[in-house]
């Protein structure tokens, strides 16, 4: 599976590859920062059907969320499998990100942080 962006009641929605690790991250911290640039501050990082995450895939969605606050947006996560869950939770960045079950959810929170400042 290849990143899918979507627009939805003007946030993106990323939907993320079966594996975010150094053979991809380069590729999708550009597409994600360009989509950002031109589309969209506030995103959904859709992670239903991430398997396999490394550490440089961590720093893509660290990255996506430091672009979207740097041009006063936000990045939520959703529906992150428990494997990758674990993972969120080892390394903290629970305390970092919204996590979402629904895409409904995360767009409401999104909806909400229009105008935020990081």
Excluded: W, Y
């Amino acid at each position: 599976m290849e990143l899918q962006i979507t627009q939805q009641e003007d946030c993106g929605v990323v939907t993320l590859p079966t594996r975010l690790a150094m053979a991809n991250a380069s590729e999708l911290r550009t597409a994600i920062h360009d989509f950002t640039s031109r589309c969209s501050t506030r995103i959904v990082l859709n992670m239903e059907h991430v398997q396999f995450v490394d550490s440089s895939g961590l720093s893509v969605l660290v990255s996506a969320l430091k672009k979207a606050r740097s041009v006063g947006g936000d990045a939520v996560l959703l529906r992150p499998s428990e494997q990758v869950m674990a993972l969120i939770m080892l390394t903290r960045l629970h305390e970092v990100f919204a996590i979402h079950d629904s895409l409904e959810t995360a767009l409401a929170e999104l909806a909400g942080s229009e105008g935020f400042a990081a």
